[in-house]
């Protein structure tokens, strides 16, 4: 037929209510409408109705044909459409004018084509779509919108497109505008030469979602492509898996944000060679003049790519006062996030935008007058701004690695995070001819092989910024402003020939220098470290520590820490220098790190060299250089001071006794008793060493039990002291200030107590032998102890000994060695001077020494006490913590 291959009607037409009518295979070879033709009236379906065509073909119109202007679709009930072709024309499934569809009702369209637009419907007027719309499999591969066309297209329903493609549009074409009014559009698998999903004069959302997937096109436009602007006022528009040459996402002169949410995904700009190779560029969004953001919208771009410039978006100018995030963008060439282009002339800005965008775009610039004071000259200022709060997150490119500019950018609060570029003119962050930075910004984890984070060829103006693990430099300016810049974990160079830093902080482990070329902190040469602290430069001037020479007993040395050999440790007064532990087990081997000082003594040793003891120990009063805990209980107090009276004081009278009954006892029980004392001052040592050594832990524990037991009582009859017992702890516990003056008090007074006691018993001359017997050794080992302190090496053995006790512990080494010679002189003289005096022959004491020997032979007590003396001075002065081997040796 000529025309209405299923029925024609010259004017109006109506389905009553809950009617069915239905078209199938039904043709018009070379007239319009295969199914119905309306030459000149209306269409009106009835609620609860319904109208199919199936397998209908025409020329125009496969299904419906209504073209003329008197002509309108008012649509009640439902239209279902299927196997519907326009063969040389528009309208796979319908050709209209005007299109009302109401709430409630659908408009389905399954394996629709035409050949030229409309592979679903083609009007030529209004669209007004407030039901729901499904379009599925239709194609207008030589013309325009996939599923639909329209003049006018307002959307307040639901429209679902599946499979389409066409030329321009690969779901939706609007000659004029295309509004989302409350409605939603979702738009899968779509493609196009233009415009993947969507080709509009404007695209408006006002309220509503628009969502595209999986949508390509040839030339621009990935999903949308727009020839005027894309407004959105409210709702959300949410593009994923889209690909074009230019704009992956959207290519429109301008993008007007005033509100809503833009959700970018994997969206890319590939290279593709139609009759030539067409440089792709803008992997989310190509602007050919600009983007416009108020401050409520928010824009995510989510792992987007280009093959040549702007990885996320190119744009001639940029103004955000919103949200804007960028991540995971990848651009060969420029701008792996934003590269802003060459500034069009003001005049070409005018051609292609209308007056009221331009009043958009200028409120928005105003703005940041009021909240910023950025100076405007003209309508549009060629100024790109990001003022609101902006975002970059693995960006990556050529050239600027988030941001490259060839004009002037206004940063307001933005953050760089493991943005790289890969060029010596670098950028890894951003680079433009001008920037400035008008709120606090941070960049993390940003490198380039050559250049700096951010470069400018003019001007850099920074009010606070933070740099953490970014590459060196991290400005390259021929003008540098900046308030305060703090560098974390890397070296620091803000380089310029003009330039004004008032405050540069550096990470700790570097140190700061300045010269004609910039302001810079630098990782100290080999052999040498800074973990003092971060050197701090201000307005020029260097604050802080520099590098400092390694210390000689370094087990480890990088730029991030120091660890010293077990044995050796450093104090923060002079970081260079180690310090021998004369107790090695005291020093664990520390370590320096930037965070600070590691543990440098064991818990209950401090000082340099650990050699004193901190507040909750005492000095060992058999080992000057280790450090007991003081009991906290009180019971535990008074037992400690009740056993170390009785040591003193069992000793004293068994020494004692045998003095005052020297003349009733045998001389070979008295021999015997000084020979046991003699093999208590040899096996003492021995003892120690033995439990001390890690052959001791390999054995039995009945024999370590055993070799324990055998200790005590040596300890007791020693008289000099264990190494478990702290005569410091127990003035402690009285409230006296812990010291060896203090012990040694305590121990005279004893001494003294006990002397005057048995002087009043027996007499005076006894009491000089016991006490000579008991504690003469007793008291030299307590000043060669003042001389053990005397061990501690600076760098390697060798070097000059000083002492590291507390100034109320130590003493001058001269005074301790002629303290030590007079009393071990005055103690052994004054039992020579007994022993030879013929008045003193009726005293018990002097029995003690004479009686067990012959006449020539008399003097020999005397030597056994310079035996002990001189052992208990071998103990003192190498106590077994500081080297066991020599006291053995001398022993």
Known sequence: AGGGGGLFVSKDMSLDASSRISFESCSAAEGEGGGLNILNGNLSIGAGSNMSFKNCSAVAGGGIFMASPQCHLEQGGSINMSDCRATHSKGGGAVLHDLTQVETVEFNCHRCEASYGGGGFSASGKVLLWGSSNFEDCDASDGRGGAFTGTFVDVMGKVNTRNTSAMDGGA??????????????????????????????????????????????????????????????????????????????????????????????NSAAKQMRMNHLVQAHAGAFALAGGMAQAEPGEIVIRHSSSEGDGGAVTAHMILSHGKLSVSDSLAAREGGGIKVISFLQDAYVMAQTKTR???????????????????????????????????????????????SSGGTLKLGQVMFSNCSASSIQGGAAL????????????????????????????????????FQNCSSPQVAAAHIVTQRVVVEGSEAALLGVARHVEALECDNGFEGYVDEYGTNCRRCANGYFQLQGGPKIVNGTIDGHLCVKVPQQTREATAEKVRLRRGYM???????????????????????????????????????????????????????????????????????????????????AISASGVI??????????????????????????????????????????????????????????????????????????????????GDAIFLLLALSLMFLLSVMVDLWSAIVVAGN????????????????YR???????????????????????VAI?????????????????????????????????????????????????????????????????????QLQLI
């Open 818 to 886: 002629v303290l030590l010679g007079i009393t071990f002189v005055g103690g052994a003289g004054s039992w020579l001077w007994l022993i030879r005096g013929e008045e003193h022959t009726a005293s018990p004491g002097v029995a003690y020494l004479t009686q067990p020997y012959k006449k020539k032979c008399q003097s020999w007590e005397v030597t056994v006490l310079v035996r002990k003396v001189l052992l208990a001075v071998v103990c003192a002065v190498y106590p077994s913590s500081f080297n066991a081997v020599m």
């Open 172 to 265: 939706i074409c609007t000659m004029k505008t295309f509004k989302i009014n409350g409605g939603e559009v979702r738009i899968r698998q779509s493609r196009a030469t233009h415009g993947g999903a969507v080709m509009a004069l404007s695209l408006k959302l006002m309220k509503g979602l628009l969502e595209t997937q999986d949508t390509k096109a040839k030339d621009g436009g990935g999903s949308i492509h727009v020839r005027v602007q894309v407004l959105q006022v409210s709702g959300r528009l949410v593009i994923s898996n889209t690909t074009a040459t230019s704009g992956g996402a959207i290519q429109s002169p301008w993008l007007v944000q005033k509100g809503g949410s833009i959700s970018v995904s």
């Open 431 to 466: 680079i433009a001819k001008s920037a400035h930075f008008m709120h606090s910004f941070e960049a993390r984890n940003c490198s380039t092989p050559k250049g700096s984070v951010l470069t400018a060829s003019r001007e850099l103006w920074m009010k606070n910024a933070t």
């Open 357 to 403: 965008l331009l009043r958009d775009v200028a409120g928005l610039q105003n703005l940041a007058v009021r909240k910023f004071g950025v100076p405007l000259k003209k309508s549009i200022a060629r100024v790109s701004m990001l003022l609101g709060n902006t975002t970059f997150e693995n960006c990556r490119a050529q050239i600027g690695g988030a941001i």
């Open 661 to 742: 009954f020297a003349g009733e006892e045998s001389y070979e029980s008295t021999i015997y008793s000084n020979q046991l004392m003699s093999y208590v001052m040899v096996s003492l040592p021995v003892l120690r060493q033995l439990q001390n050594s890690k052959s001791f832990k390999t054995l039995a524990s009945y024999v370590q039990e055993v070799i324990e037991g055998i200790s005590i009582p040596v300890d007791v009859a020693n008289g000099i002291g264990s190494e478990g017992q702290s005569a410091e702890c127990l003035l402690d516990y009285v409230g006296i200030s812990k010291t060896l003056y203090g």
């Open 792 to 814: 501690l090496h600076a760098e390697a053995h060798g070097e000059r000994l000083h002492c590291g006790f507390e100034k109320d512990v130590g003493m001058p080494m001269p």
């Open 570 to 652: 450093v104090q923060d007064s002079n970081i260079s220098l180690s310090l021998h532990c004369p107790n090695e087990m005291a020093c664990p081997g520390g370590r320096i790190t930037r965070s600070g000082f590691g543990k440098m003594c064991e818990i209950g040793y401090q000082g340099p060299g650990c050699v004193n003891c901190a507040q909750t120990h005492g000095r060992g009063s058999g080992d000057p250089f280790t450090c007991s805990r003081c009991a906290t209980s009180t019971v535990r107090k008074v037992a400690e001071w009740t056993i170390y009276i009785l040591e003193q004081t069992l000793v004293f």
């Open 774 to 789: 008991c504690y003469l050794p007793r008291l030299c080992f307590a000043l060669g102890r003042h001389l053990a302190c």
